[in-house]
Nanobody, 124 residues
Framework: QVQLVESGGGLVQAGGSLRLSCAAS??????IGWFRQAPGKEREFVAA????????YNSDSVKGRFTISRDNAKNTVYLQMNSLKPEDTAVYYC???????????????????WGQGTQVTVSS
């Protein structure tokens, strides 16, 4: 069992930046993913990173603007979000897979542990 706590959300103007953090309660070899859910929309994959640092992104939505990184010594994963757009407004969740994966995964069914989420609002 691992608990995840997100932080770093807030209100920012379009074009601005935010850095989200996902702190795990203990050392984990799991892949950590970021997902987001906007009002009235389905949850959407954003990015993921394996314990070894292999990354994948939702290319259509965020590639080139968002960067996921990981500090295993601090049990923390970060999501640096630049050039934010109003359509990035959502609750952002981090999640951990049930075990270690060789490659990062995008399907939310692969993730067994979820944080409570942090709100990101981008004003136009």
């Amino acid at each position: 069992q691992v608990q995840l706590v997100e932080s770093g959300g807030g209100l920012v103007q379009a074009g601005g930046s935010l850095r989200l953090s996902c702190a795990a309660s203990r050392r984990t070899f799991s892949t950590i993913g970021w997902f987001r859910q906007a009002p009235g929309k389905e949850r959407e994959f954003v990015a993921a990173i394996t314990w070894s640092g292999i990354t994948t992104y939702n290319s259509d939505s965020v590639k080139g603007r968002f960067t996921i990184s990981r500090d295993n010594a601090k049990n923390t994963v970060y999501l640096q979000m630049n050039s934010l757009k109003p359509e990035d407004t959502a609750v952002y969740y981090c999640a951990a897979t049930r075990g270690q994966t060789v490659l990062p995964v995008q399907r939310d069914q692969e993730y067994g542990y979820w944080g409570q989420g942090t709100q990101v609002t981008v004003s136009s």
